[in-house]
C-alpha cells in the first residue's frame, strides 16, 4: 500500500507511506505517540478510506473491512455475559457456516491460543492475558490472512506480555493457521525487535517511513544479545532527532 490520510478537521497525519507486507512476514509500525500508527492501521483493515493512495491485498484494492483482515485493539474486547467459546464463535456470525462447523473452528483456535480447557469461563473468571488470548482466538477463527495488531500487549502486566509474547510467533504461524502477514503497531522497542521480520519507522509531522528496517536474529531472540541492542539503538535514533526537535 502506499497512501496519504488527512482527517476532516484538515489535520494530515501522513503523506507517501508507503507499506508491504510479505507471506509469512510479522511486520512492526513503530513511532512516536501521536505519529498516525493506529490511524495507518486503520486503513489497512479498510476502516478508514485514505486520502490518496490504496491498500492492497493480493493485488485487490481493500475499500472496506472484509473477513480476510481482523484487527486485535489495545483494549481487550471480550463480552462479559458469554463465555470463552461464545466469544471465539462470534468471528463466526458474519460468515453464516453451520453450528458444527462453527464451533470445531473455536475450540481449534482456543487451542491455537492455550486455552484448551478453558471455553467455559468468562471474562471475569479469566486474567487479563486470558482474555487477550481469547481475543486473539477469535480474530483467527475468522481464518484472516492478514491480523492487524494495535499494541496487543500494552493493557497486559509485564509478566503476562511477556510470556504472550513468548508464544504469539509460533501461535500466529502455526501450520494450521491460515494466516499469511501479521502488522503490529507497538510503542516497545524491544517487543518489536524480539518479534518482528520488518519494522517500519513512522517520524515526523505529516509523518513519513523514515526507516523500513529488516530484523535479521535467530529465534527465539535474547535481549541481552549484543545484536538485539544494537537494533534497539538502531530505532532510538531514527525516532529521538524529531521528537527533540518538537519540544524546542
Ligand atoms: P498513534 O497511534 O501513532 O498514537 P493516531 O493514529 O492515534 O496516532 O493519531 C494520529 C494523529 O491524528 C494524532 O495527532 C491524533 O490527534 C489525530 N487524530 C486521531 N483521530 C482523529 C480524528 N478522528 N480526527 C482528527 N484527528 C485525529
Known amino acids: 500500500m502506499d497512501v496519504a490520510f488527512t482527517y476532516d478537521n484538515g489535520y494530515k497525519v501522513f503523506e507517501d507511506v508507503s507499506l508491504t507486507a510479505d507471506e509469512n512476514k510479522f511486520v512492526a509500525i513503530i513511532g512516536p505517540s501521536g505519529v498516525g500508527k493506529s490511524t495507518l492501521l486503520r486503513i489497512l483493515g479498510g476502516f478508514l478510506k485514505p486520502f490518496a493512495g490504496e491498500v492492497k491485498l493480493l493485488g485487490r484494492t481493500i475499500t472496506r473491512p472484509t473477513p480476510k483482515i481482523a484487527l486485535v485493539h489495545q483494549s481487550i474486547v471480550t463480552f462479559p455475559w458469554m463465555t470463552a467459546l461464545?466469544?471465539?464463535?462470534?468471528?463466526?456470525?458474519?460468515k453464516r457456516i453451520p453450528k458444527e462447523e462453527a464451533l470445531k473452528t473455536a475450540k481449534k483456535a482456543l487451542e491455537l491460543v492455550g486455552l484448551s480447557?478453558?471455553?467455559n469461563l468468562y471474562p471475569k473468571e479469566m486474567s487479563g492475558g486470558m482474555r487477550q488470548r481469547v481475543a486473539i482466538a477469535r480474530?483467527?477463527?475468522?481464518?484472516p490472512l492478514v491480523l492487524l495488531m494495535d499494541e496487543p500487549f500494552s493493557h497486559l502486566d509485564e509478566l503476562t506480555a511477556e510470556g504472550l509474547r513468548h508464544e504469539i510467533y509460533n501461535?500466529?504461524?502455526?501450520?494450521?493457521?491460515?494466516?499469511?502477514?501479521?502488522?503490529?503497531?507497538?510503542?516497545?522497542?524491544?517487543?518489536?525487535?524480539?518479534?518482528?521480520?520488518?519494522?517500519?519507522?513512522?517520524n515526523g509531522s505529516p509523518?513519513?517511513?523514515?526507516g523500513?528496517?529488516?530484523?535479521?536474529?535467530?529465534?527465539?531472540?535474547n535481549p541481552q544479545n549484543q545484536k538485539f541492542n544494537e537494533y534497539l539503538d538502531t530505532f532510538y535514533n531514527l525516532l529521538t532527532p524529531i521528537k527533540v526537535r518538537k519540544r524546542e
Do not use: C, Q
Open 139 to 143: 480474530a483467527l477463527a475468522a481464518e
Open 212 to 221: 523500513k528496517i529488516e530484523i535479521d536474529i535467530p529465534r527465539p531472540r
Open 86 to 94: 461464545e466469544n471465539v464463535m462470534l468471528a463466526m456470525k458474519p
Open 207 to 210: 509523518a513519513k517511513v523514515v
Open 171 to 202: 501461535i500466529l504461524f502455526a501450520e494450521e493457521s491460515p494466516l499469511k502477514s501479521v502488522i503490529m503497531v507497538s510503542h516497545n522497542l524491544t517487543e518489536v525487535v524480539e518479534l518482528a521480520d520488518v519494522v517500519y519507522v513512522l
Open 117 to 119: 480447557g478453558f471455553e
